[in-house]
């Protein structure tokens, strides 16, 4: 496991990295507590995939999709999920090709470690460190 302390002017260069040595397909899940800057590095990391357009909170709709050429990035927040079974629900093409997705609250998904999925936990150490570990 890789640990890194964060500060705001970091994001761009750890998402260059992070997306770098990123499978297509993959998941990535996002843990962390609230306001730990789940939503802030996914914006960076779509964003480095090459998405041009604004990159805003899926909380409200749940899942919002970007494209890039053939790939397909979702963005998914199960903040207002109250299960498992909303989350199976919701009939994602999870690792189908071309795909990449950023699912926040994953550890709401039990079993998802065992799907070969990468996830990124963020801590919050003060007002503008974070340190992530993947």
């Keep these: 496991m890789i640990t890194k302390d ?16 990123l499978p ?29 357009e604004k990159v805003t909170s899926p909380t409200f709709n749940i899942v919002k999709s970007y494209r890039k050429g053939k790939l397909t990035i979702f963005h998914v927040d199960l903040y207002r999920l109250s299960s498992i079974h909303e989350f199976l629900d919701l009939d994602l093409p999870l690792n189908e090709k071309d795909t990449v997705f ?5 550890d709401m998904v039990p ?24």
């Design 6 to 21: 964060l500060k705001q002017e970091d994001l761009n260069t750890f998402a260059e990295q992070f997306i770098l040595d």
């Design 111 to 134: 079993n998802s470690k065992s799907r070969n999925w990468k996830f990124l936990d963020i801590e919050i150490i003060d007002d503008v460190t974070r340190k992530v570990s993947y």
């Design 102 to 106: 950023f699912i926040e609250w994953s």
């Design 24 to 52: 297509i397909p993959s998941v990535v899940g996002l843990k962390g507590t609230l306001g730990a800057g789940k939503t802030t590095l996914v914006k960076h990391l779509i964003q480095e995939l090459g998405v041009k």
